[in-house]
C-alpha cells in the first residue's frame, strides 16, 4: 500500500537515516474520529511514514482497547514514535525509549520536548539535552524545533537525522509565518529539512515545499478538515506540486517591470 520501495527503484526519493521513502508527506495519527477514519486518510494521503504520539495512542499497552497497529501495519507503513507531551529532557528521553520497546527495537522517532501548554513552543534547552541522550543511546532522531537557525545546526552536530522546523504553533493552521528563517536553515543544512505544525491548507504545503523543504509533516490539517480523506488527497498533491516547481526553478521575480508572454516581433500591422 504505502510501504516504503527500494530505493533503486525511486525516483528523487526522500531519504531519512538512510532509507528511501516515495512520498514528502509525514502525517500524524491524532484527532481522528476513529481507527477506520485514520486509514481513510493517511492512505488517501500517500504518506508512508505515520507519527504516534506514545503517551496517548495504544499501540499494545492496553490489551482490552483497539491497536492503532491492526489500522495501521507497521508491514505497511514506517513509525514514527513522537514524544508529544513531554516537557523534559527525561521525560521525553523515557516516552521514545518506551516506544522503542513497543515497536520492537524500532530506531527512529521524533524528539518533541514543550515548553508551555498554551503555545506547544518547543523548549529548545530540554530539545538539545534530549536530542544527545538519543542520539547517544542508537536512536535516528527527527527532530521538533524552533525555527531559530542556530540551533538547527547544533541540533544537526549533535548528530540527529532530520531538522523539523514548525512552521507556526503546533495546530494553529497558520501556515509560514517566517519564510526567512526557514531558508537560514536550509541554506546551511546537509540534512533533510521538514516543516512540522502549522500547517493549514494545501497552499502551505506547497509553500514549504517550493522553498526547498525535503518534506512536510501535519496532523491537524487533515484531521480537523471537513472532509479528512478529501483534505489528505490535495496535501498529497500539493506537495508533490510544490516539489516539483521547487526543481524546476521558478522563474525571476522582475520588480516594476512587464515582459510580454507572447512574442514582440511580427506583430500583424507592423
Not at 514528502?24 to 504518506?47: C, H, M, P, W
Request: a negative charge; glycine letters at 8%.
Amino acid at each position: 500500500m504505502n510501504a516504503p520501495a527500494p530505493a533503486s527503484t525511486l525516483v528523487d526519493p526522500l531519504v531519512i537515516a538512510g532509507r528511501a521513502y516515495r512520498s514528502r508527506l509525514l502525517v500524524g495519527t491524532g484527532k481522528y474520529r476513529d481507527f477506520n477514519e485514520t486509514r481513510d486518510a493517511i492512505v488517501a494521503s500517500g504518506a508512508e511514514i505515520v507519527t504516534v504520539a506514545i503517551r496517548r495512542t495504544n499501540l499494545g499497552q492496553n490489551a482490552s482497547e483497539p491497536s492503532l497497529l491492526d489500522a495501521l501495519p507497521p508491514s505497511e507503513f514506517t513509525y514514527l514514535p513522537n514524544s508529544a507531551g513531554c516537557y523534559t529532557a527525561d521525560e521525553a528521553v523515557r516516552t521514545l525509549r518506551l516506544g522503542r520497546e513497543l515497536l520492537d527495537g524500532h530506531k527512529l522517532c521524533k524528539l518533541e520536548v514543550l515548553g508551555d501548554p498554551a503555545s506547544l513552543f518547543p523548549n529548545m534547552r530540554e530539545t538539545l539535552v534530549a536530542a544527545e541522550k538519543l542520539v547517544a543511546d542508537g536512536f535516528d532522531v527527527m527532530v521538533y524545533t524552533s525555527d531559530d537557525p542556530i540551533v538547527a545546526r547544533e541540533l544537526e552536530q549533535i548528530g540527529c537525522v532530520a531538522i523539523m522546523p514548525l512552521a507556526s504553533l503546533i495546530g494553529s493552521g497558520m501556515g509560514i509565518l517566517n519564510p526567512w528563517n526557514l531558508r537560514l536553515i536550509l541554506e546551511q543544512a546537509k540534512l533533510p529539512v521538514l516543516v512540522d505544525a502549522g500547517v493549514g491548507t494545501a497552499s502551505d504545503a506547497s509553500i514549504a515545499m517550493e522553498l526547498g523543504c525535503a518534506g512536510v509533516l501535519m496532523n491537524t490539517a487533515i484531521a480537523k478538515a471537513r472532509e479528512p480523506v478529501r483534505m489528505a488527497r490535495a496535501m498529497r498533491l500539493a506537495v508533490e506540486a510544490g516539489r516539483e516547481a521547487f526543481l524546476a526553478g521558478r522563474m525571476p521575480r522582475k520588480y516594476y517591470e512587464a515582459s510580454a508572454s507572447s512574442p514582440a516581433t511580427g506583430l500583424i500591422g507592423s
